[in-house]
């Protein structure tokens, strides 16, 4: 069974910075994409970016481009979401998922945990 | 940007009662959709993909269907645990999007 665990919960100060984890487990990790998925509170659910951690190929919704960096650590399994100067805007539940087939856009058929984010002075 | 959109926003159902749930696409995304559970407090769970292909330990009571722009969920002999924000999305084109969700209220 795939698992991807997530980093804790986040509390921080706008303009700082951070960076969030995702551990993917019982699978072979390089050979699928993975992606960023941002639920501000309320419901909608928003596709942020993906990247395959082979050659870190990565591909970014025009709304999240140039506002967060996704990158991946293929030594350790892992995927990362991270801000340069954090926003109270970016206050939101992240949740990271793997991407069901080797296409690249495809359904995501694992998911995390999700990693809340608190931005507040 | 294709735009997907659900409706209705809440519905009201019973137990052992059937559903069908919609999702419009603004462009035609084939069956490149997928449709996903997310119950309260927990991540979403891929419950559909390709329209109508149910991901592993679905049970059959939920089934998809549609192509092009239309699509439709249906849960049939609707159980408590299916109290959940249902969400659809296209992963035709990038940026793959999400519906904004219907919300059963059981």
């Known amino acids: 069974e795939v698992h991807l665990v997530q980093s804790g919960p986040e509390v921080k100060k706008p303009g700082e910075s951070l960076k969030i984890s995702c551990k993917a487990s019982?699978?072979?990790?390089?050979?699928?994409?993975i992606g960023w998925v941002r639920q501000m509170p309320g419901r909608d659910l928003e596709w942020m970016g993906i990247?395959?951690?082979?050659?870190?190929?990565?591909r970014y919704s025009p709304s999240f481009r140039g506002q967060v960096t996704i990158s991946a650590d293929k030594s350790i399994n892992t995927v990362y979401l991270q801000w340069s100067s954090l926003k109270a805007s970016d206050t939101a539940m992240y949740f990271c998922?793997?991407?069901?087939?080797?296409?690249?856009?495809?359904?995501?058929?694992?998911w995390g945990q999700g990693t809340l984010l608190t931005v507040s002075s | 940007e294709i735009v997907m959109t659900q409706s209705p926003a809440t519905l009201s159902v019973s137990p052992g009662e059937s559903v069908t749930l919609s999702c419009r696409a603004s462009?035609?995304?084939?069956?490149?959709l997928a449709w996903y559970q997310q119950r309260p407090g927990q991540a979403p769970r891929l419950l559909i993909s390709?329209?109508?292909t149910r991901a592993t330990t679905i049970p059959p009571r939920f089934s998809g269907s549609g192509s092009g722009t239309e699509f439709t969920l249906t849960i049939s002999n609707l159980q408590s645990e299916d109290l959940a924000v249902y969400y659809c999305?296209?992963?035709?084109?990038?940026?793959?999007?999400f519906g904004r969700g219907t919300k059963l209220e059981i």
């Open positions: 390709a329209a109508s």
């Open positions: 462009q035609t995304v084939g069956t490149t």
């Open positions: 999305q296209q992963y035709y084109s990038w940026p793959c999007t």
């Open positions: 990247i395959y951690p082979r050659d870190s190929d990565t």
């Open positions: 019982e699978y072979n990790f390089e050979t699928y994409w």
């Open positions: 998922a793997r991407q069901s087939g080797r296409a690249l856009y495809d359904s995501f058929d694992s």
